[in-house]
């Protein structure tokens, strides 16, 4: 469960992301980003309840693309190339904003719904005391089961960033983590190839389904061994 907070957020969420997406290889070349529209979003949990793991859906002209964000309290060694930027919760204070895939707290929540079938938390605010569900706009699933054997990397000591293991091209970005191979769809609508691609090799994926699409979506490929 996520608990969220009444807070002002400066930057918003959209104008940070706004400002870095221009600059990614898969940022579409006939996009504009002062016309950036949040599509949904979905979250998932830290273990430890340090960081928060969540997943923008936004708009880019006729495209859907997928950013995956963290938010820590301070900055995460060796991920600087990999930073979003910070913004000022009212209530948190300043907030280091991620890209996903180069923190191991997203690689390790979004490996572990993949591989046991889990979804995204629910997530709430506090009114008087008393928690209320926020209702969602995006909801996810894995493809494994609860009783899947997790990849040994998740058990095991983290990487502190996984930056020099990251490459990004058009379509999605991948990330070598261990063992681990983990494939972050960028452009929504190119994810037939790579859905094909992850079920012949047999490897763990998360699946979208959100307000504005007939089909559920392929958003992220899991699988090993990964090399250097």
């Known amino acids: 469960m996520a608990l969220l907070h009444h807070a002002q957020l400066t930057p918003s969420k959209l104008d940070l992301v706004a400002a870095w997406l221009p600059s990614q290889p898969f940022w579409p070349a006939d996009a504009d980003a002062s016309g950036l529209t949040r599509i949904a979003s979905f979250r998932f949990d830290d273990p430890a309840g340090e960081v928060g793991v969540e997943t923008l859906l936004v708009g880019a002209g006729d495209h859907v693309l997928q950013v995956p ?32 895939p180069a923190d191991p707290v997203y690689l390790s929540e979004v490996v572990r719904a993949a591989a046991t079938g889990g979804t ?35 058990s095991g000591a983290q990487e502190p960033g ?55 979506v392929l958003l992220t490929v899991a699988g090993g061994s990964a090399h250097s």
Do not use: C
Not at 82 to 94: A, K, Q
Not at 126 to 139: F, R
């Open 69 to 100: 964000l963290t938010y820590r309290n301070g900055p995460l060694e060796g991920a600087e190339n990999s930073l979003v930027g910070t913004m000022e919760h009212s209530v948190l204070g300043t907030r280091w904003v991620y890209d996903g």
């Open 120 to 154: 995204e938390v629910e997530q709430h605010y506090e009114e008087d005391g008393v928690p209320v569900t926020k209702p969602g706009d995006a909801h996810v699933h894995g493809s494994g089961h609860p009783a899947a054997v997790l990849p040994a990397v998740l």
């Open 162 to 216: 996984a930056d020099a293991r990251l490459a990004s091209d058009a379509t999605a970005t991948v990330s070598r983590w261990g063992d681990l191979e983990v494939t972050v769809l960028r452009r929504l609508e190119t994810s037939n190839a790579v859905d094909a691609a992850g079920a012949a090799r047999g490897h763990a994926s998360l699946i979208g389904e959100w307000n504005g699409v007939s089909d559920a």
